[in-house]
């Protein structure tokens, strides 16, 4: 399988990383100091299109393929910056490309698109579930003029800078379905029209990375936010996560690239006793052992992100890549951090917030233990170590 980049495909790569140019580590030292949302940085991959290659043609965008995908996110960490401002935009309208009515679609894809509307949030995790989805009590009941909607949701990412907002909840009871993941249902929610009926209370965490716990009391949606088949949401939102596996291990690959040439050029660059510090084992051992890894993850990547423009099972590919690339990463900030000694705590160099980044994809947005549950069951066939599935 020949994984060499098409020369359009590189000319994505360069020119995303052009837009990356003009934000440099001072921009996004002063955001992790105030605790800002990217604005500017989102609204220049909005324009350039980048946030909307998966967006078929027919609704306004570009058309492309996860591999396409995988290289905005990563050429986007590569680059020092973070994707996570963004990547929602990509997959969280997954649900909506292929489960939405055709009504939804058209009424929403184009705006989203375009950049007029924005799709950034998903509403799925709650307090007492965790990454047991069958556990949610998030409650949506019918009635004639649509839905009402009452519950809680927890770790809910940058509801602040999104117009639509994609919720989980149960139309169920847990009681009533032959199976547990049966009975919930998916909804797109207007927030500009959800008033009071939502409350956001902002989660401080140890990077930017702006996420929140939702209050959800009495909030009226009509028949027509629902998506897909009611009872059927679960099985929707499972298949978007390979997708979500696979863009995060790109960000992982980027952010270890990023880790890389930091350590590259420092070991070359210092000398200590007469001699670059990176003629010493003890230096360039790491960093080659580092780089080797992160070129594994990425070829599994790009395997899973192949699989799946092929339309292809991806489940076992995309977890595998997630935590290759998470793994990684982690591997090279490491050895960023060493290799720059003490000066690798210092602000201004941008090692410490890359690496306080970097840390979260070894836990989000699935742990690597479930990870490694999700394989060992369905690609090894070992018995079930979990109670409910993890992914697509």
Same mark, same amino acid.
């Given at each position: 399988?020949?994984? +060499?980049?098409?020369?359009?495909?590189?000319?994505?790569?360069?020119?995303?990383?052009?837009?990356?140019?003009?934000?440099?580590? *001072?921009?996004?030292?002063?955001?992790?100091?105030?605790?800002?949302?990217?604005?500017?940085?989102?609204?220049?991959?909005?324009?350039? @299109?980048?946030?909307?290659?998966?967006?078929?043609?027919?609704? /306004? /965008?570009?058309?492309? $393929?996860?591999?396409?995908?995988?290289?905005?996110?990563?050429?986007?960490?590569? *680059?020092?910056?973070?994707?996570?401002?963004?990547?929602?935009?990509?997959?969280?309208? &997954?649900?909506?490309?292929?489960?939405?009515?055709? %009504?939804?679609?058209?009424?929403?894809?184009?705006?989203? %698109?375009?950049?007029?509307?924005?799709?950034?949030?998903?509403?799925?995790?709650?307090?007492?579930? @965790?990454?047991?989805?069958?556990?949610?009590?998030?409650?949506?009941?019918?009635?004639?003029? &649509?839905?009402?909607?009452?519950?809680?949701?927890?770790?809910? +990412?940058?509801?602040?800078?999104?117009?639509?907002?994609?919720?989980?909840?149960?139309?169920?009871?847990?009681?009533?379905?032959?199976?547990?993941?049966?009975?919930?249902?998916?909804?797109?929610?207007?927030?500009?029209?959800?008033?009071?009926?939502?409350?956001?209370?902002?989660?401080?965490?140890?990077?930017?990375?702006? !996420?929140?716990?939702?209050?959800?009391?009495?909030?009226?949606?009509?028949?027509?936010?629902?998506?897909?088949?009611?009872?059927?949401?679960?099985?929707?939102?499972?298949?978007?996560? #390979?997708?979500?596996?696979?863009?995060?291990?790109?960000?992982?690959?980027?952010?270890?690239?990023?880790?890389?040439?930091?350590?590259? !050029?420092?070991?070359?660059?210092?000398?200590?006793?007469?001699?670059?510090? $990176?003629?010493?084992? /003890?230096?360039?051992?790491?960093?080659?052992?580092?780089?080797?890894?992160?070129?594994?993850?990425?070829?599994?990547?790009?395997?899973?992100?192949?699989?799946?423009?092929?339309?292809?099972? *991806?489940? $076992?590919?995309? #977890?595998?890549?997630?935590?290759?690339?998470?793994?990684?990463?982690?591997?090279?900030?490491? =050895?960023?951090? !060493? !290799?720059?000694? &003490? *000066? @690798?705590?210092? =602000?201004?160099?941008?090692?410490?917030?890359?690496?306080?980044?970097?840390?979260?994809?070894?836990?989000?947005? =699935?742990? #690597? #233990?479930?990870?490694?549950?999700?394989?060992?069951?369905?690609?090894?066939?070992?018995?079930?170590?979990? @109670?409910?599935?993890?992914?697509?």
């Amino acid at each position: 399988m020949d994984f +060499s980049l098409t020369p359009d495909q590189e000319r994505l790569r360069q020119a995303v990383a052009e837009v990356c140019a003009k934000f440099p580590e *001072s921009y996004w030292q002063r955001l992790d100091r105030e605790k800002r949302y990217p604005e500017e940085y989102v609204k220049a991959l909005t324009d350039g @299109g980048w946030l909307a290659v998966l967006i078929p043609t027919e609704y /306004g /965008g570009a058309g492309l $393929g996860m591999v396409e995908a995988s290289l905005v996110l990563e050429e986007i960490n590569a *680059s020092g910056g973070n994707g996570a401002a963004c990547h929602a935009a990509m997959y969280t309208m &997954g649900a909506l490309v292929r489960h939405g009515s055709e %009504a939804q679609k058209r009424r929403y894809l184009p705006e989203i %698109a375009a950049g007029r509307l924005r799709l950034q949030s998903m509403a799925v995790t709650e307090p007492q579930a @965790g990454s047991d989805t069958s556990r949610i009590t998030t409650f949506a009941k019918k009635d004639r003029d &649509g839905y009402v909607l009452n519950g809680q949701k927890v770790f809910t +990412s940058r509801v602040q800078h999104s117009d639509l907002l994609l919720v989980l909840a149960r139309t169920t009871p847990a009681d009533q379905v032959a199976k547990k993941t049966d009975g919930m249902s998916l909804f797109l929610v207007d927030l500009r029209q959800a008033g009071d009926s939502i409350e956001v209370r902002p989660i401080e965490t140890m990077i930017n990375h702006e !996420t929140n716990a939702l209050f959800i009391q009495d909030l009226r949606v009509p028949a027509d936010a629902l998506v897909g088949r009611e009872g059927a949401g679960f099985i929707h939102v499972l298949d978007g996560l #390979n997708a979500e596996r696979i863009l995060i291990a790109s960000e992982s690959v980027g952010d270890a690239r990023w880790f890389l040439q930091k350590s590259i !050029t420092y070991a070359k660059e210092r000398v200590v006793f007469g001699r670059p510090i $990176g003629a010493n084992q /003890g230096i360039q051992f790491p960093i080659a052992r580092a780089f080797m890894h992160t070129q594994a993850a990425s070829v599994m990547r790009f395997r899973a992100a192949t699989a799946f423009d092929a339309g292809a099972p *991806s489940g $076992g590919e995309a #977890n595998t890549a997630k935590l290759l690339a998470s793994e990684a990463a982690w591997e090279a900030a490491e =050895v960023a951090m !060493t !290799t720059h000694g &003490g *000066s @690798g705590m210092a =602000v201004e160099l941008g090692i410490e917030r890359k690496f306080r980044e970097a840390r979260l994809y070894l836990v989000a947005p =699935v742990t #690597n #233990n479930l990870v490694m549950a999700y394989v060992a069951e369905h690609v090894l066939g070992l018995p079930r170590s979990y @109670g409910t599935e993890v992914s697509a």
